[in-house]
């Protein structure tokens, strides 16, 4: 199905179509639709076939483009959908992807590439940046870019527990270019800084 860009841009729709992360998965991610589903599907198209086919009157831009946005709408509880159904593959997704998290801090590869991309790990995994993300919230509760975080903390909250080396160095052991960001992270994620949790631990 295709519209021209100005056909929605003065209706809601305009604005939320960017908000659809599935329009950024690649062709492999497709969403796989039971019979049921694709009747539904099916039956949408349908609506929209035949009010273009009918004598066009002030309703029916308005009619055809709440049709696109049922459309949607579907599709977006079908993926979530799949995300559940096939949890086998996306349990498979998570763990492959917890194990790179893993090597990522527990090696020296952070002080070598930096700070881990959502895309890094999207192309490791062979998925795109906007599939991982919704699996794992599906999954999880949680995105990509927060088990990063949540990985970088934790591995944070060990070294600073286990070792005497400053502030500064577990930043850029965690692959930090500046101690300041590594601070900033961590206090947002933890409520204290550092070195506060640092103290706090004696």
């Known amino acids: 199905m295709l519209f021209h860009p100005d056909f929605i841009r003065n209706y809601p729709l305009g604005k939320k179509i960017r908000e659809y992360g599935f329009f950024s998965y690649s062709v492999a991610e497709a969403l796989y639709l039971s019979e049921k589903e694709k009747e539904i599907i099916i039956g949408i198209f349908k609506n929209i076939e035949r009010e273009l086919n009918s004598a066009i009157d002030h309703f029916s831009q308005e009619v055809i483009i709440s049709q696109i946005e ?30 790179l998290l893993v090597e990522h801090f527990d090696t020296e590869k952070a002080l070598v590439t930096g700070l881990p991309t959502v895309q890094q790990f999207a192309d ?57 960001s590594f601070n900033k992270i961590f206090k947002r994620k933890t409520k204290m800084s550092p070195i506060e949790f640092r103290r706090s631990l004696n």
């Open 70 to 99: 049922l459309l949607l709408s579907y599709s977006k509880r079908f993926y979530n959908r799949q995300f559940i159904t096939r949890r086998t593959g996306s349990n498979d997704l998570l763990t492959r992807f917890e194990e």
């Open 124 to 180: 490791q995994l062979n998925v795109s940046p906007y599939y991982l993300s919704d699996m794992l919230r599906t999954l999880t509760g949680q995105n990509t870019q927060q088990h990063i975080h949540n990985r970088l903390i934790e591995k944070a909250k060990e070294i600073l527990s286990t070792t005497n080396i400053s502030i500064a160095e577990v930043a850029y052991k965690l692959g930090f270019e500046y101690p300041q």
